[in-house]
């Protein structure tokens, strides 16, 4: 946690000119990877020129590891299929962030990237001062298929160092939301003695903190399964309630059980 040096949101804005896998169009789906940490985009139907919008968030704790972005055509009853990729190089946007832009006017491009062998940008990518955050517009060329880009955008959140392990708790919840929709798992049951996560997910209300966006990841990630809960067990009960569970699992009625953090 002590390493964690912030979060980087990844708007993924929209696809262009894809390839297609079914008849006449795709069913395309984004998956974003950086190390063990793996998002992925809601599946747009027939298009081959999607508008995703939607807002995906890595922590990051070593700069030098590349995002990996791949494009996956959604398939009922068969594998998906590969729609192509990319690479996204992070240090020239962290570059910008250690620059100290304090006072600079609105729309001030920090850097520009131009594309090259070396990365996946199919044009100059700038690097933007824009109300007070640095973002950076990029369009990505992915390779291994026939046609198709990526527009996406980054956006660096910092982190206090009071509010690290509280980011890690929901990033924990997340994962194993994400884990479970892996293993088709229609229902989910999450139990946590993280009062403001299990609030937040309970209400309908707008979280404009810094962990607002994960929430909404979390609350996207939430219609994949025919049905969700989020339980608050009180801090004093949570090493009963865990070996309960424990147990419960032995005589059926819990079809999995994720474990986090010591007992």
């Known amino acids: 946690m002590e390493h964690l040096l912030g979060l980087l949101?990844?708007?993924?804005?929209?696809?262009?000119?894809?390839?297609?896998?079914?008849?006449r169009s795709s069913d395309p789906y984004i998956v974003v990877k950086m190390g063990k940490q793996k998002l992925k985009t809601r599946v747009v139907k027939k298009s081959v020129n999607p508008e995703w919008n939607e807002d995906l968030t890595l922590s990051i704790s070593d700069s030098s590891h590349?995002?990996?972005?791949?494009?996956?055509?959604?398939?009922?009853?068969?594998?998906?299929?590969?729609?192509?990729?990319?690479e996204i190089e992070i240090g020239p946007f962290l570059e910008a962030i250690r620059m100290r832009l304090d006072g600079v006017a609105n729309g001030m491009v920090a850097s520009r990237v131009e594309p090259s062998k070396e990365n996946c940008l199919a044009?100059?990518?700038?690097?933007i001062y824009s109300d007070g955050n640095i973002i950076q517009n990029m369009?990505?060329?992915?390779?291994?298929?026939?046609?198709?880009?990526?527009?996406?955008?980054l956006q660096w959140i910092n982190i206090p160092g009071s509010r690290v392990k509280g980011i890690f708790t929901f990033f924990s919840v997340?994962?194993?939301?994400?884990?479970?929709?892996?293993?088709?798992?229609?229902?989910?049951?999450?139990?946590?003695?993280?009062?403001?996560?299990?609030?937040?997910?309970?209400?309908?209300?707008?979280?404009?903190?810094?962990?607002?966006?994960?929430f909404d990841e979390i609350r996207l990630l939430k219609n994949e399964f025919q049905a969700?809960?989020?339980?608050?067990?009180?801090?004093?009960?949570?090493?009963v309630a865990h070996q309960l569970a424990k147990e419960a699992v032995k005589f059926g009625g819990i079809k999995f059980w994720k474990e986090i953090g010591p007992m």
């Open 9 to 23: 949101r990844i708007r993924v804005q929209r696809g262009r000119n894809l390839a297609v896998r079914d008849f």
């Open 123 to 127: 044009e100059q990518s700038c690097i």
């Open 66 to 86: 590349p995002i990996h972005i791949a494009v996956y055509d959604k398939d009922t009853f068969t594998q998906d299929d590969k729609m192509g990729d990319a």
């Open 174 to 214: 997340m994962e194993i939301i994400k884990f479970m929709d892996n293993l088709s798992i229609s229902q989910i049951e999450v139990e946590s003695d993280a009062l403001n996560v299990v609030h937040a997910l309970n209400s309908f209300e707008s979280d404009l903190r810094m962990e607002g966006p994960i």
């Open 139 to 153: 369009t990505v060329r992915l390779r291994n298929v026939e046609s198709g880009e990526v527009e996406l955008q």
């Open 228 to 239: 969700a809960q989020w339980k608050k067990i009180p801090r004093s009960s949570n090493k």
